[in-house]
């Protein structure tokens, strides 16, 4: 039981790359490299930001907008990926490949270290089940923010900051109000 909640819980949260990397040809035209480049992005811009989060351990607890600048590295290290040479002419393709790398590195940063230790106890709890939801979530998100990086005009630009600055996280959704709360957030940018 352990070891297929534990299976379940990671195809919940790393199937949907290899779903959408094979749905939209990648591999076919040769996004393998742009994929390993935004990888490798990722894991540059986290190991920069826990290198700014242990130099300002001290101030953190006054530091309030810690998250914002943490996402203002997340936008430029994916501005300085998208800069790469790569064989992908097509934009969208190039999009999709910077995003699944992208994702897949945060994914495993995020997700993956607490599933292996957590997920393999004998209780089964839906916490790990959320957190493989949260994933998917958290792959469209940042889908939406490489696309909207990647026009390079004035409105993107706007729009990644009310992402930045306005929208709340979906893990902050899911585990403070649930459906409710998207309801309530949906609602209030469509009226």
């Given amino acids: 039981m352990a070891f297929s909640h534990l299976i379940n819980c990671l195809l919940l949260a790393f199937g949907p790359f290899f779903v959408v990397y094979k749905a939209r040809s990648l ?24 290198f ?9 607890e006054q530091f309030i907008h810690i998250k914002l600048l943490f996402d203002l590295i997340d936008c430029y290290g994916i501005i300085l990926v998208s800069k790469q040479k790569t064989n992908i002419d097509d934009k969208i393709s190039r999009i999709f490949a910077i995003a699944i790398g992208w994702a897949l590195m945060d994914c495993v940063m995020k997700h993956l270290f607490t599933f292996i230790p957590n997920a393999t106890t004998d209780e089964f709890t839906w916490t790990f089940i959320l957190r493989g939801i949260t994933a998917n979530l958290e792959f469209f998100e940042t889908l939406f923010l490489v696309g909207l990086l990647q026009s390079k005009n004035k409105i993107s630009y706007a729009m990644i900051l009310l992402k930045v600055l306005v929208l709340p996280n979906f893990q902050d959704i899911i585990t403070r109000g649930g459906l409710s709360s998207v309801y309530m957030l949906v609602s209030r940018f469509v009226i």
């Fill in 27 to 50: 591999a076919e035209q040769g996004a393998y490299k742009t994929v390993l480049i935004s990888i490798l992005g990722c894991l540059l811009t986290q190991f920069c930001k826990l």
């Fill in 52 to 60: 700014l989060l242990a130099s300002l351990s001290v101030i953190t």
